[in-house]
């Protein structure tokens, strides 16, 4: 993916402050502090377009970020951090569910894992809730810099057992080496930029 431009547009919390238009959307989530912001980042080839933090909960609503005046990587607050004050999180459920249920704009979620952990019920939650309103989900497993290569296909069987997906749809990737960074822009641009009547050539016109 050749990057041309890079914009933050806005920040949002409901449906009536997402940004007008029509460009198609990826969404990134996770787990506070696993390393969404720093993917876009990379993805992107910008040090900091997205804040990123040693602070858990950093990112608290939803931000749009627009590439090649083409599409938008959306950037959703991590779920599953105690310290982020109860009013932000009964919030976040309503927050995200009315984004990901209702945006007809969103092509696919990004769900990044961290390579390091066990899946936890967040994480089993928000792929269900993909699952459910018809939302492709694209599993990233991220910091892979951290871990030895056995540790890796050891971890990568912990997680595909936990999510309940094959072994072999787990993306790897790491914001330090930038490992993956190729291989998560082929599979996006397929989802962006899928034609509408792509699948539907081999049915007969009569
Ligand atoms: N070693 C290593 N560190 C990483 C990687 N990705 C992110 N980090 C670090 O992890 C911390 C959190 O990264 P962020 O990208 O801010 O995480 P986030 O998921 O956006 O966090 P919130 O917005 O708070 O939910 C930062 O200190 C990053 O430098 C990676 O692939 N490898
Ligand atoms: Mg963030």
Not at 69 to 84: H, I, R, S, T, W
Not at 102 to 126: F, H, K, N, W
């Amino acid at each position: 993916m050749e990057i041309r431009s890079t914009k933050f547009v806005k920040s949002a919390v409901q449906p009536a402050h997402y940004p007008p238009g029509d460009l198609p959307e990826i969404a990134f989530a996770g787990k506070s502090n696993v390393g969404k912001s720093s993917l876009i980042n990379v993805l992107v080839n910008r040090k900091n377009l997205v804040r990123t933090s040693g602070t858990p909960g950093r990112t608290q609503l939803i931000n749009f970020f627009e590439v090649n005046e083409q599409f938008m990587l959306v950037d959703l607050p991590g779920y599953g951090f105690a310290k982020v004050p109860f009013a932000i999180k009964a919030q976040w459920g309503p927050m995200i569910e009315r984004y990901l249920s209702g945006r007809s704009l969103l092509r696919a979620v990004v769900l990044i894992l961290d390579i390091r952990r066990v899946p936890s019920d967040e994480d089993r939650q928000m792929l269900a809730w993909l699952q459910a309103y018809h939302v492709p989900a694209l599993i990233v497993v991220t910091k892979c810099d951290k871990v030895s290569k056995n540790e890796r296909a050891r971890q990568a069987g912990v997680i595909s057992r936990a999510m309940g997906v094959p072994g072999d749809s787990l993306l790897y990737f790491s914001a330090l080496t930038k490992e993956g960074k190729e291989r998560i822009w082929q599979e996006l641009e397929g989802t962006l930029f899928r034609s509408e009547d792509e699948g539907e050539a081999a049915v007969p016109a009569d």
